[in-house]
């Protein structure tokens, strides 16, 4: 049975990955965890499109990587955002913000407001 | 600095590969107990929040794919993971491995070697300016058009100044090898002389590196020959100019001491150079042509004539201006009428002997490269089958059929790349083996060395043996259906007898390739021993042979004609010598000096007036005809009282007595040649001019009547009752008492002299002979690996036959029969190739037939015999299976 829930759109998971370590260094499944508890249980990050990308952020320098022991004690390896990815996450979220304002604008268009 | 990063982190996960693998799959794993943990933590039991957890990820296996893609070294890796697969596979099989790299290690280092021989002796242009402009000028006749006779300096001034369609004509004296000694007493040292005309360096455009060359004045002789101070010039070599003069440039202009007179430098030529026509030669003089401004040399033939081409002026143009000019010159020298020339590219003449030979091996390394070529495709044929369950289950595992391809390319890649340095290997030293075989009579040969661009060409071949061989296999398993492999074994059989049939065929193919590789080698080896038995009308066995040159600048005429009788009767005193003497030419060694020879008594006397035959004119000193075993048919071999108070005699031979003095005692006649009247005062037996038996008329002149004439340097004939060489310590020792600064010049036996020049057929032989052991070889082991696996096959249904109660000869005769049918059909099937190559073949034939039965004969037997014994060692095999074992 497939899950109800939504994939990702399409080019945004390493935004959304970035926006993630901004706020501390996290271990894969904490990432995909919290993806899908900020976007409300809308979002679902398999391991299948989430650790390729992991790998791809590591390899352009955006994250660094590091084993570390859990809260319950696990090991698990913990991936930190870098200057590079910091910055990065900058350029993504404006250039995200420009495209979804634009798509915003053309699915509610203001002129058909101003008809109302 | 992102990309300098992603560099890294795509180094670092190639040389961690394993870790990261590790990493990954611990990483997976964790992540996956997490979320198991977690959906637990909400109250799902423990197996359903695993079994949620796994279907929420996805598959595991397809994440560390993507994984791996994403770590950017996917294809590298995948490759090495092959490479590393194939090691382990082949290592499991070394024997086959082996083999195919044995068998592509043949055929690339021969095909390199080979091609690398052929292409420095053929291909690569002389190393002169613009050299295809380069032509030989050769004396021919009315009757023989394609002649390659000497010019008369009469003929070769008339060329010289006459042709319009030529840039220069040169000459030089190439028949009569001019040996000098420079230095005196123990430090004396021969060095070979080539006498040019002095525009020899303008025609082949290449001038001294230091100085100039000689003037053009140089060539009225004056003070050349004789012993006058003055005028005497020389070129050197540059390796001379180092060993005498040690480089120093201030050696224009200095003195050589060259036979005891001095020469002066006038320049050195260029490192490295070869003279194009004669070779390694120490130093160049001017060539006395005064002789040509004397009509009555018009019938002296002894120049080697090169000429250049104007630009634009094809060879078949220049050769209609030499025909034409040639005809006015037989107006004006009516003695001379039949007298024509004919045009040759000097590269053509120069490599022309060998390049024949070089094109047999060419093609017979070509037939043992297609040889390799299947044996390999077969080898890898029977691998694929064999393996086919191995990929069945392969591609039954998830391996798509372009992984399987690129799998077996990847094999065949790696076998063809160890193939290809072993290869490199085979053929350096193949080459070394050639350049050691050919003992210098290939020319340019002995300059060969393994060059980049064969490098690329090995590596070419082996890349397209591992394209083509490794495809086949693979496509074919490609295709195969998982599946039905693994169903059913014995569907595998239908399907291998369907490739069985590829494999016989190929095998047809080897058979019939190494039976023309073995024909060509038998006629060769035949036509060898005919020319080893043709009669040469001298005797070869226990004879000594060496040069001894005697300086005009000590030795006038009458000292000379004395020293070699003196010389000769004290080496006869050598115990273990029976005769001893001197000739100006070795007997069968090639033609001399011509001239034409005209009776002046006798019945022909009248008629031939007009007409002179050509013939060889030979001068002799001591006991030359009992030293060279030239038995006496008539009259008397020259004695001491032949000298120059007597009357001009000579000794005929006895065909040119039977052509000119037909029906009457030839003793007593009279002849006139050279511009002389001579008296015949005996006849003796034919002598072969080359060592393929072909006689010529024979004029021999004794030596002290003649010694004036000009320094005949004699080549020494010793014959022995032992071996002739232990007798050279005497002999030298007899050369030191008589004259301490004389030398003795490159002595061997007269059996190697005159052998020489079959060392171009030797040489082939050789190869051709080693290409058909290694041709007999693979077609063997290609017929042996076919039937080996047919019966590995069958090995159930003999199985069956067995315990059914077929007796194990009957089911031996049935491999054996279906081995020698395929060898059978292989046979005819190199027959008709043998007999299609039969015209091109003949030309290398000697007094041999490419058709001689027996030969052909020979071979089929002996083809026979190796398919018989190749299809044996199976038929046993297979009867030796225990039907029990066979059937389980």
Request: glycine share 10%.
């Amino acid at each position: 049975m497939a899950d109800p829930r939504n994939e990702l759109v399409q080019g945004t998971l390493e935004m959304l990955v970035l926006r993630t370590l901004a706020l501390e260094p996290m271990h894969g499944w904490g990432i995909a965890h919290r993806i899908e508890q900020m976007s409300g249980a809308v979002f679902l990050v398999t391991q299948g499109s989430l650790y390729p990308a992991l790998i791809r952020m590591k390899r352009r320098g955006w994250v660094r990587t590091s084993w570390r022991t859990t809260e319950n004690n696990r090991r698990a390896r913990y991936y930190e955002l870098t200057a590079i990815g910091a910055s990065q996450l900058d350029v993504e979220r404006a250039a995200w913000q420009r495209a979804s304002e634009a798509i915003n604008g053309i699915l509610s268009p203001r002129w058909a407001l101003a008809d109302l | 600095m992102t990309i300098l990063n992603d560099l890294l982190e795509r180094a670092r996960s190639l040389l961690f590969r394993r870790r990261d693998e590790r990493e990954l799959a611990e990483e997976l794993h964790t992540h996956a107990a997490m979320e198991a943990e977690h959906r637990r933590s909400r109250g799902t039991s423990a197996a359903e929040a695993h079994r949620q957890s796994i279907l929420a990820l996805g598959g595991v296996e397809p994440t560390k794919e993507a994984v791996r893609d994403a770590r950017g070294t996917r294809l590298l890796d995948d490759s090495i993971g092959d490479v590393a697969y194939t090691l382990r596979t082949l290592g499991r099989s070394p024997g086959f491995a082996v083999v195919v790299i044995l068998t592509l290690a043949i055929g690339i280092g021969g095909t390199t070697a080979v091609f690398s021989a052929v292409d420095h002796v053929l291909l690569q242009p002389l190393p002169y300016q613009s050299p295809g402009q380069l032509v030989r000028l050769y004396g021919a006749s009315v009757q023989d058009p394609n002649g390659r006779g000497f010019l008369s300096p009469v003929h070769y001034k008339a060329y010289r100044t006459r042709l319009n369609s030529m840039d220069g004509v040169a000459t030089i004296l190439t028949y009569d090898e001019k040996g000098a000694d420079i230095g005196s007493g123990n430090t004396v040292r021969r060095i070979r002389l080539l006498p040019t005309s002095s525009n020899y360096f303008d025609v082949i455009r290449v001038r001294p590196a230091v100085g100039q060359p000689y003037q053009p004045d140089a060539e009225n002789g004056s003070g050349i020959e004789d012993n006058t101070d003055g005028g005497a010039v020389v070129v050197l070599s540059h390796q001379l100019w180092e060993d005498v003069f040690h480089g120093d440039p201030s050696a224009i202009g200095r003195t050589l001491v060259m036979n005891g007179r001095g020469y002066t430098v006038t320049g050195v030529m260029p490192d490295g150079f070869n003279d194009p026509v004669a070779g390694a030669i120490d130093a160049w003089v001017p060539l006395d042509l005064s002789q040509g401004n004397d009509p009555r040399e018009a019938g002296n033939h002894y120049l080697s004539v090169i000429a250049r081409l104007r630009p634009g002026v094809t060879i078949e143009r220049a050769q209609a201006e030499v025909n034409s000019l040639a005809v006015e010159l037989a107006r004006e020298f009516p003695q001379q009428k039949d007298e024509r020339a004919r045009l040759y590219p000097l590269k053509d003449d120069i490599v022309g002997a060998s390049s024949r030979s070089l094109e047999m091996m060419l093609g017979a390394v070509g037939l043992v490269l297609l040889l390799v070529c299947v044996n390999v495709a077969n080898l890898m044929l029977v691998r694929g089958s064999e393996r086919t369950r191995e990929f069945a289950v392969r591609a039954a595992l998830g391996a798509g059929g372009g992984r399987l391809v690129r799998q077996l390319l990847i094999e065949s890649l790696t076998l063809a790349l160890a193939g290809a340095v072993a290869g490199l290997i085979v053929a350096r030293l193949a080459m070394s083996a050639m350049v050691a075989l050919s003992a210098g009579n290939i020319p340019r040969l002995a300059s060969l060395s393994l060059d980049p661009r064969l490098l690329l060409f090995a590596l070419l071949v082996a890349t397209a043996s591992a394209v083509i061989f490794g495809l086949t296999p693979a496509l074919r398993a490609a295709r195969t259906q998982p599946g039905d492999a693994l169903r059913d074994q014995s569907r595998g059989a239908t399907s291998g007898r369907r490739s069985m049939r590829l494999r016989e065929w190929l095998v047809v193919w080897q058979v019939a390739l190494a039976f023309v590789l073995l024909v060509g080698a038998s006629l060769l080896l035949a036509s060898f021993r005919k020319i080893a038995d043709v009669p040469l009308g001298v005797n070869a066995a226990n004879v000594l042979t060496f040069e001894l040159n005697l300086p005009s600048a000590r030795y006038d005429s009458t000292a000379r004609g004395r020293f070699y009788d003196e010389f000769d009767t004290r080496i006869e005193t050598i115990p273990g010598v029976r005769a001893a003497g001197g000739i100006s030419k070795l007997p069968a060694t090639g033609p001399y000096h011509q001239w034409g020879a005209i009776p002046t008594t006798g019945p022909k006397a009248a008629e031939m007036q007009q007409r002179a035959v050509g013939a060889e004119n030979r001068t002799v000193s001591g006991d030359y005809f009992r030293a060279a075993g030239i038995p006496l048919v008539a009259g008397r071999y020259f004695n001491a009282s032949d000298d120059l108070s007597a009357p001009s005699r000579v000794v005929i031979s006895a065909d040119l007595a039977k052509a000119i003095f037909p029906g009457v005692d030839p003793i007593g006649q009279s002849l006139r040649t050279g511009g002389r009247a001579w008296e015949v005062i005996g006849v003796v037996g034919d002598v072969s001019v080359d060592n393929e038996g072909r006689t010529d008329f024979y004029i021999y002149h004794a030596h002290r009547q003649f010694a004036g004439d000009r320094n005949w340097s004699l080549t020494q004939v010793v014959s022995t009752t032992g071996s002739p060489t232990a007798l050279e310590p005497a002999i030298r020792r007899e050369l030191s008492q008589a004259d301490p600064q004389l030398v003795m010049f490159r002595p061997m036996t007269l059996e190697a002299a005159i052998g020489r020049g079959a060392a171009q057929r030797v040489f082939t032989l050789k190869m051709l002979a080693t290409f058909a052991v290694v041709a007999l070889a693979l077609a063997a082991l290609g017929l042996f690996g076919v039937l080996s696996y047919g019966v590995k096959l069958r090995s159930r249904e003999f199985g069956i036959r067995m315990a059914l109660g077929a007796d194990r000869p009957a089911i031996r005769r049935a491999v054996m029969a279906n081995g020698l049918v395929v060898a059978g059909i292989g046979i005819a099937v190199g027959l008709a190739g043998a007999v299609a190559l039969a015209r091109t073949m003949a030309s290398l034939m000697f007094h041999t037939s490419p058709l001689d039965p027996r030969v052909l004969g020979a071979a089929i037997v002996f083809m026979t015999i190796v398919a018989a014994v190749a299809a044996y060692i199976p038929a046993y095999r297979a009867t030796a299976v225990d039907p029990r074992s066979a059937l389980q």
